[in-house]
């Protein structure tokens, strides 16, 4: 089974990203507008208990913060994704990294981590540059507390389902 | 903004309701298969906290359960729903209540309660006969265990999002 951690914004946050991914986001179905922790990762059925205990421990030490968007990004050249960035804090680099450290599976991140919500994404060349070169421009400025994460599971059709929340800083 | 509290059951039996819901329920993008406790409702932005700490009250007083499905089952002649039609169970009929009661927020429900989990929906006349009579024959049975409920609430796209979950029988 397929198990990712995330956080969920604000209604308002989530309906104005909703409201690009439902053109742009082949994903606007699935699942809704999240800022992602730790991208899908295998585990057998009977861990998720596990993994919950683990991720409640991880998120009992960081306390609630804000989440601040900056702007509309892309993630081009590597990929003709276009996102909300939000802006790098210190909570969000520690969850990011007790989830991909030697307590959690152990299984290191590829990338760096650059906290966003995607907001588009698997759009040809002129399609990228032609929404990138609309969006780039709007004034995003947002702020907001997040004071939970989510662990959630994949069912066969893709769409994601919470299995649980965590409350940040509560033991 | 709108809440609804509602079980999610284990993936398999999710996966199982997708199959048919891809096809005959118009809901099927907006919220993962699940067993409604208390359906949509009204309240403000910040009663969240509010609903959420009579809701942590409510599911501390009820066990884990067992959830059986029996069979297919439809609502007809009242609508054309059909469903996976659940077992009532003391815990089922507690919470729904508990739900639907004085303490909180005074809802009472119009109708009597079958849990169920919705399979088709707003299918035409000739459709649901059709569907029903496939279906019906199905041998369905299944249990599961349920140990947790969630609070999620409504995104301007008709979309649902969980904002809490809930243990049973955990303070």
């Known amino acids: 089974m397929k ?4 956080i969920f914004p604000s209604k308002k946050l989530q309906d104005l990203a909703n409201s690009y991914r439902k053109r742009y986001d082949p994903h606007y179905a699935l699942i809704p507008p999240h800022v992602t922790l730790k991208g899908p990762f295998e585990a057998t059925d ?3 208990k596990e993994i919950a205990s683990k991720l409640e421990e991880i998120t009992s030490k960081v306390k609630p913060f804000s989440l ?7 993630f081009q050249p590597v990929n003709n994704t276009i996102y909300f960035k939000i802006e790098m804090t210190n909570e969000l ?10 307590d959690f599976f152990n299984e290191k991140s590829e990338f760096s981590f650059v906290p966003h919500i995607t907001i588009g994404q698997q759009l040809s060349n002129d399609e990228h540059s032609d929404v990138y070169g ?3 421009m709007l004034d995003l400025r947002h702020e907001e507390q997040v004071d939970r994460v989510h662990l ?9 389902t919470v299995y649980e929340t965590f409350r940040l800083g509560e033991e």
């Not at 601040?68 to 892309?74: A, D, E, G, I, P």
């Not at 680099?93 to 030697?102: A, C, D, M, P, R």
């Open 3 to 6: 198990y990712g951690v995330a």
């Open 46 to 48: 009977n861990r998720i």
């Open 68 to 74: 601040n968007v900056l702007k509309v990004s892309s």
């Open 93 to 102: 680099e520690t969850l990011h990294n007790s989830l991909h450290g030697e």
């Open 134 to 136: 609309q969006l780039r």
């Open 152 to 160: 959630l599971y994949q069912l066969e059709n893709g769409s994601w």
